[in-house]
């Protein structure tokens, strides 16, 4: 694992640095254990808990003064933790990065870092950044639904609008569900697998012409947030098939997107609407059935507070898949064909109470069209500023195999986290 | 003879006819010292919550501020430092004249800019007693005001003025009393009551300094006497007319806090 050693040689980095010049230095992190029991039965590798681990991360940040004149920082974050499930341990740096300001209109930051843009309550169109749905779905704490990237991001700040581009030199996919921990729909087994189906996923070779880049042009006027999207890269999920005997052997096709959103106080509350055009760059008539066709994606969405620290969001999702004739008429068969509409509807609630210090939350997805919901019920206390507790849980059902959060029916599961911050 | 002697009662008169302050002007003047003094400034605010129950919490912030229009629009930036599971995390907030404040929210750990729904600035502020209104100013239209007579409180001349909402259904209080400070306009007291006309709620301003020539705040505590929560806030490393630019308000500096942040 490489990223072992970014984070050996990045506490070995900051702590010369540290030695040599305290100035501006801040840390913080936790300790935190998490156990996730499943409720049924399934076919992945462990029956009776999909998490089991302790974790620890630490996060700091530092500007030495040689960097001043550039408004220089260093940020560093990292996790290592003890994966029962996997029975391995782990080193992750999420976080290692120089920022700099070489002129008043420019940013720069530069190295591992977590990217997140667009208007979408989990719900990303335009953010084609890498996420990690594995932990989303058994209970890890929702920032390990991002997953880092390696990458430039430059940002130009102009009196007309803002730029940002990020480059990522080299392609860092989603971790999609693999069957080892949590159960799903295989298309070209036609039934729902656990770790019983051996797939193998062939990420794009790094080199200059796979590079990916994410464009962001944006604009506050007056309190609307306006954006326009361009992304030029790969699939984040393995949408594409290589060869399907003797082993399944997938890979990420060719993408690239362009979108738009508007952000802005409406109705006493918050408005905002995202589109995006993902055109299939493998598949450009949709007539190829081992590639995912283009798509266009739109939501909208509104959050409102309702006093009382009671807040409400609500959001829809449109996914019309484009060239859907020529989808059905190369279908190769099999139960698992998409429709040409897929229509989601999200509600997140959210109570704050004693102090702030409880919060009661149920995000839920449901789609008409899929007949399928997920739902994300949650209770965290903080006992005092260290230490927390979070109970939850993730609970999927759908009438089809082959939807979303119907694939994910056997995987319900709940989960109880512990964290000392310090 | 009769004319001169009207003139000479309107000379003797005038004096206080012309410059007794109206309830109105003594809230807008007070309103001007605590929330819009100086173009700009930047303070950091500890701030400890003890329960009924004597539990403590900390929470330690910096705020930076800019007036574009005195007693008119103005922008929040606060930066969190403890806790230790919201530091780094920033709140933004573009104070408006009418409608609602524009509130963002930035989160480190997903790089995630939120915009924050708005309409209830009466909850409270990072788990405190205060509340949003309390930190970034209540609108002086949204009550009216009479002037209920002038005392001395805590060793000072003070007004004391009765507020009452003008839309009581988005508050908590059916009223609030103020003691306003006669020589430099800073809240010396505030005594809220709840619809059933019982105090519940007090703030008071422990001591207060003169910064780079503004008469300032620079402690004060909340009680709650309903609930026992009561909140101290201390404001350190206070700072007047930095020349902040406005653009320091914007989504870049949610991403990338500014330098005005660490000074």
Known sequence: MPRRSIVIIMFLTLSALLTADSHAFTLHGFVEGAYGTRFDDDLTKKDHYTLGEGRFQVKGSYSPSFLDKWYGEFTFKGDAYYDGYEETTYGDARTAVLSITPHDMIDLKIGRQVLTWGTGDLIFINDLFPKDYISFFIGRDDEYLKLPSDAIKGSLFFDIFNVDLVIIPDFEPNNNIKGDRLSYFHGLEDRIVGDDVENDYKEPENKSKNMEAALRLYKNIKGMEAAIYLFDGFYKD???????????RFYYPELTVYGFSLRDAVFGGIGNIEAGYYYSREDKDGDNPMVENSYFKALAGYSKDMGGDFKVGIQYQLEKMLDYDDYETNFPGGSGKADEHRHLWTLRLAKLAMNQNLTLSLFSFYSPSD????????????????????????IFEGEDDHTFFGQLDRNDNAYIRLRYSF | MKRILTFTLLLILA?????????????????????????????????????????????????????????????????????????????MVWKQVSGDDDRWLYMPAIDLVKRIATSDKRSSFAGGVFTYEDVSGRR?????????R?????????????????????????????????????????????????????????????????????????????????????????????????????????????????K
């Open chain 2, 140 to 148: 002086t239209i949204d009550d009216t005001h009479t002037l209920l």
């Open chain 1, 238 to 248: 393995p949408l594409g098939v290589l060869k399907a005997t003797p082993t399944y």
């Open chain 1, 371 to 394: 007949k399928d919901y997920h739902l994300r019920p949650q209770v965290s206390y903080k006992f005092t500023d260290n230490l927390s507790s979070t109970i939850g849980g993730n």
């Open chain 2, 15 to 91: 004096p206080s006819f012309l410059f007794a302050m109206t309830a109105d002007e003594i809230i807008e003047k007070s309103n001007i010292a605590y929330y819009y003094a100086a173009d700009d400034g930047k303070a950091t605010a500890k701030m400890y919550i003890k329960d009924a129950r004597g539990r403590e919490r900390y929470r330690e912030i910096t705020i930076l501020r800019k007036d574009i229009k005195d007693g008119g629009r103005q922008n929040y930036y606060v930066y969190f430092h403890e806790p230790a599971d919201v530091s780094k995390m920033v709140f």
């Open chain 2, 150 to 262: 002038e005392e001395k409180i805590n060793g000072k001349e003070a007004y004391v003025i009765k507020n009452v909402p003008k839309d009581a259904d988005v508050v908590e209080f059916s009223y609030y009393i103020s003691w306003i400070d006669k020589s430099t306009f800073l809240p010396i007291k505030g005594e809220y009551y709840n619809k059933s006309d019982k105090l519940y709620r007090t703030i008071e301003v422990e001591k207060t300094a003169v910064i780079d020539g503004y008469p300032t705040s620079i402690k004060g505590t909340g009680k709650n006497l309903e609930t026992g929560l009561e909140t101290t806030i201390e404001f350190v490393d206070v700072k007047y007319n930095l020349g902040l630019k406005e653009n320091i308000f914007e989504e870049r500096f949610l991403r990338r806090p500014p330098r005005e942040i660490r």
